[in-house]
């Protein structure tokens, strides 16, 4: 890891600057998806983890500042080399202990998702490894993520808690991605998932579980400023739009954003959520055609999770043509969890967003980097290579874009710069 105070990449083959298009307003939707805003033979300068200058190279080299202080900038060559705004995965959960095998094998004998919850494995079988892990445990275990997710080219990360379904265990996941996120040098943005499923000490009584995290976890989270935003699965055999809207309404009273899992497994209507503003509804496998064309006029981002969809091995995936075509801005994002989507990998994503969304190269890196910021209400900061802009970059081996997506299911980052931080990929060596 190298923290220069001024960094200057040169010669980069394609800049994917993703720079806000003039026609756009507010997260990128229909044609404006496609457009990433490319340079060629460019140069990126960033002073002090912000980006200060983006061109052509050999007009960054004429510029007098850079002529008088080229010894004191860490100058890399990027030839053969494509750089665009670091990926912001903005769903993860990365805190939990360990890998679910035997769901994995279940599945893989004809068991379904929902069969296996409830069996008693599923999400409520990484609560006990959580619930008796220490702090220091699980914060390793979500550095561990953090570290892979850079090395992959992603700079910011939207991580939840819900694996403890306790107060103090949801308190103690959110505490761990904050100890995590001050030893990472990217951008980490906490979300509350005490509504993930409802517990077994509180079968039959969900309504009482909704009270506790309304209650108790909402109110402690807002207070010890531990996470940015809520978030409900809202699903059969989780927690019904109705109680949705009382997790939603405590977070609003207590001052934080919300977001959603919905439509995953079956429809829910997005109506009565629409109130309270939320940043995302995420899946949306089964959205209904009325709220599309609702959506379509929102800035909420519908965030689709096609790693889930290939884990489960699932015929059916989110309708991303549809949304598109429909005017939604739409987001991807890794889902990174132990029971349906064990991947930290933005660009196998984007791959399945090609293959099996059926979005183009562009509009899976679109969808990827500031609509992900746009998902996180980060765009001001996140998800595109402008002038003012916190120096987050990803650089991958590859001369055109389209090979982010191509070369499925192996690293072609070369490194990444998080914050003005460089990390290099495990594989790439030296840097520049
Ligand atoms: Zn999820």
């Given at each position: 890891m190298r923290n220069p105070s001024a960094l200057l990449l040169i010669n980069?083959?394609?800049?994917?600057?993703?720079?806000?298009?003039?026609q756009a307003q507010g997260p990128r939707r229909g044609p404006a998806l496609?457009?990433?805003g490319i340079i060629e033979d460019a140069a990126v300068l960033c002073l002090g983890g912000k980006i200060v200058s983006i061109g052509k190279t050999k007009d960054a080299l004429r510029d007098p500042w850079l002529k008088k202080n080229r010894k004191k900038v860490l100058e890399i060559n990027c030839e053969g080399q494509v750089v665009l705004?670091?990926?912001?995965?903005?769903?993860?959960?990365?805190?939990?202990?360990?890998?679910r095998l035997v769901d994995f094998e279940k599945r893989i004998s004809g068991a379904s998702y929902e069969e296996i919850a409830e069996a008693?494995?599923?999400?409520?079988?990484s609560l006990a490894g959580v619930r008796r892990a220490g702090k220091s445990l699980l914060a390793e275990k979500v550095l561990d993520a953090l570290h892979e997710m850079a090395e992959l080219g992603t700079t910011t990360v939207e991580a939840k808690s819900g694996y403890g379904l306790s107060v103090e265990s949801e308190l103690k996941s959110l505490e761990a991605i904050r100890t995590a996120a001050a030893r990472w040098p990217g951008t980490v943005v906490s979300t509350l998932l005490g509504a993930h499923v409802v517990p077994a000490e509180f079968r039959g009584r969900s309504q009482k579980y909704v009270e506790l995290v309304c209650n108790e976890m909402v109110p402690q989270a807002a207070k010890r400023k531990l996470a940015q935003f809520v978030d409900v699965f809202t699903e059969r055999g989780a927690f019904s739009a109705q109680e949705t809207e009382q997790v939603f309404a405590a977070a609003e009273k207590h001052g934080l954003g919300v977001r959603a899992h919905v439509c995953q497994l079956s429809q829910t209507a997005l109506q009565t959520l629409l109130r309270f503003d939320p940043a995302s509804f995420d899946h949306?496998?089964?959205?209904s055609d009325d709220d599309i064309t609702e959506l379509?006029?929102?800035?909420?981002v519908a965030t689709l999770v096609p790693g889930a969809n290939y884990f489960l091995g699932l015929d059916c995936y989110p309708p991303a043509r549809k949304l598109i075509d429909a005017g939604v801005p739409v987001a991807l994002a890794?889902?990174?969890?132990?029971?349906s989507s064990p991947t930290a990998s933005m660009p196998f994503v984007m791959s399945l967003a090609c293959t099996?969304?059926?979005?183009?190269p562009a509009e899976a890196i679109t969808a990827s980097t500031i609509n992900g910021a746009w998902a996180l209400r980060l765009a001001d900061r996140k998800g595109s290579i402008e002038p003012?802009?916190?120096a987050d970059l990803a650089v991958f081996e590859?001369?055109?874009?389209?090979?982010i997506p191509y070369w499925f299911a192996s690293n072609r980052c070369a490194f990444a710069v998080l914050n003005g931080t460089l990390v290099a990929s495990g594989g790439s060596g030296e840097l520049g």
């Open positions: 980069i083959a394609q800049l994917l600057t993703l720079r806000h298009p003039p496609k457009e990433l705004p670091g990926f912001v995965d903005s769903h993860t959960h990365p805190v939990f202990v360990s890998p008693g494995g599923g999400i409520r079988s949306m496998d089964h959205v379509s006029r929102r800035d909420a890794t889902d990174y969890n132990p029971g099996h969304l059926k979005m183009s003012g802009k916190d590859a001369a055109d874009y389209r090979e």
